[in-house]
């Protein structure tokens, strides 16, 4: 074991967040572990300065070793605490042999990595597993087959279904396709290798999301033909061969160990991690929920003072206070509550002419949507400078954005539970998308994003699925909904065509009407 590097020791003292370290940390790097077939996979060792047993934490990912933010965020953040960490690459990422995919081999990996510890004079005979992101589904892919020293999972921003991870609402994520496929297999050992993986990705990023076919479009980016992401883009059904065994949320709902789950409302996945929660609870077994004012990244940066203590709390064993915490939107502030959703009506606000309106009116509001220039994504779960909360201002300002608002509200309206629109909609294309937005419009006309969605159609009723919230509608404030044609490149454009989206080169205009009967549908406490 050797000193941790000078750069990290430097950044324990001046990122100080937390309670004080317990421990000085040391470090063992690129441990040779076998895969399940014998294949090297490479792992660090962190590890807490004593003489005392000290229980383990396994993170699996593709791009977790090498240095910054891992290695303070997981490694020391965690070690000086009291327990050892391991942190390990996934197969072809991070120095790590083999052939990556992007699913199959994280459960056998997962149990070879575990009867690797075994064996360690130092593991007590218990492991928590952690991590965020594509983090959560490694861990989460032992539970079809829970190892007995297995003592609970703090899933952090994660998935269970990766289907629609990448095919949310049926239309393709390219946004986090892109980004995500950076990290996944962009092997890289250092951050500095991430760094210059990044910078090329931006210089090649309008040809990226904007060339066709995309299928060709998106290499020079990724430096190069990506099977796996070919492998996302041309598998647009769940029931596609690509996806068969990917899904883990049956027995992630029955996993009988602790599960800690902490998300953002800004998160890809958020609907996907507070399913597993209601499930979990309704069925008696151990869960938590902290769902803070994050975006994917925020929860490790933004969101540290919350999460950090939530997940020592959970890997020493405790349970929280209550069972759910979460930040409430418009008011600022954090709720313990001892459920999720807590108990709500359905509030219904129907679109007509002049805004939303307590019941349905006649008549009908129509947009174009024009793929060559398609309405851009800003604010929402997104990975680039707009993401999360953000002013709307530009977005609403386009011609292919229709707005319906409420009157300003006399009484404060707090949204607390699920969100929806329902659409009695055409389009005159072979396809068409629609994109709903709750918004908080402020006295002065600041509109500021809630949640979203987006539903993939061909016309007649079509629901939109905008997520969840929990968000308070002060006095004087308006509640807007917006609604496109899109949101681009969070979702990939819709061509218009109905052709096959990776290998499309035609674009059509699509005009899409909205009948008045339409309505955007709240849970109000």
């Known amino acids: 074991m050797r000193r941790l590097p000078l750069s990290l020791r430097l950044w324990r003292r001046r990122a100080r967040q937390g309670p004080p370290a317990r421990y000085d940390v040391v470090w063992e790097p690129a441990l040779r572990v076998p895969g399940a077939d014998g294949t090297t996979l490479l792992a660090d060792h962190y590890a807490p300065v004593t003489d005392e047993p000290c229980p383990t934490i396994l993170i699996r990912a593709t791009y977790i070793r090498g240095g910054w933010p891992w290695n303070m965020v997981y490694g020391a953040a965690y070690a000086e605490q009291g327990f ?42 218990e492991f928590h597993t952690l991590g965020a992101s594509y983090m959560t589904y490694s861990q989460l892919s032992l539970a079809a087959d829970p190892p007995p020293e297995w003592r609970g999972a703090v899933c952090q921003v994660g998935l269970t279904h990766p289907h629609s991870f990448f095919w949310p609402g049926g239309a393709f994520a390219l946004e986090r396709s892109l980004v995500g496929g950076l990290n996944l297999f962009g092997n890289a050992n250092m951050f500095r290798d991430n760094v210059r993986l ?69 998160d890809f996945t958020t609907g996907q991690f507070i399913d597993l929660y209601r499930h979990r609870r309704d069925a008696g077994l151990p869960v938590d929920l902290l769902i803070g004012p994050w975006t994917h990244t925020g929860i490790l940066d933004k969101g540290w003072a919350e999460s950090y203590p939530w997940a020592l709390r959970a890997l020493r064993g405790r349970e929280p206070a209550t069972p759910v915490r979460v930040h409430v939107g418009g008011a600022d502030e954090w709720r313990d509550l001892p459920d999720w959703p807590p108990p709500a009506e359905p509030r219904r606000f129907f679109l007509a002419a002049d805004g939303l309106r307590a019941g349905p009116g006649p008549g009908a509001s129509t947009f174009r949507y024009d793929p060559a220039d398609p309405t851009p994504s800003i604010g929402g779960a997104l990975q680039s400078k707009t993401q999360g909360t953000y002013d709307n201002a530009e977005l609403e300002a386009r011609s292919d954005v229709l707005l319906f608002s409420t009157e300003p509200l006399t009484g404060a309206v707090e949204v607390m539970g699920t969100v929806h629109a329902e659409f009695d909609a055409t389009t005159t294309a ?17 509109s500021v994003n809630v949640c979203d969605g987006l539903t993939r159609f061909t016309g007649g009723r079509v629901v939109v699925d905008m997520g969840s919230t929990a968000h308070r509608f002060r006095p004087g404030h308006r509640i807007r909904l917006l609604v496109a044609g899109g949101a681009h490149p969070r979702w990939l454009r819709n061509h218009g065509t109905g052709e096959p989206v990776a290998s499309a080169v035609r674009m059509v205009s699509t005009d899409t009407t909205v009948r008045h009967s339409s309505s955007v549908i709240v849970s109000v406490v």
């Open 84 to 125: 050892h960490v391991i942190l390990q690459s996934s197969r072809a990422t991070g120095g790590s042999d083999g052939e990556f995919h992007t699913w199959r081999n994280e459960a056998p990996d997962g149990q070879a990595a575990i009867e690797w510890l075994r064996k360690q004079d130092w593991f007590t005979g």
């Open 198 to 266: 990044l910078i090329r990705l931006q210089r090649h990023w309008k040809k990226a999301v904007f060339g066709l076919p995309l299928i060709e479009a998106y290499r020079t980016a990724m430096g190069g033909r990506r099977p796996e992401f070919e492998a996302w883009l041309t598998s647009p059904e769940p029931d596609d061969d690509y996806w068969r065994g990917a899904d883990l949320t049956a027995a992630a709902r029955a996993l009988p160990v602790p599960l800690s789950l902490s998300t953002g409302w800004h």
């Open 430 to 446: 072979a396809s068409a998308d629609l994109f709903a937005r709750l918004c908080d419009v402020d006295p002065s006309g600041k």
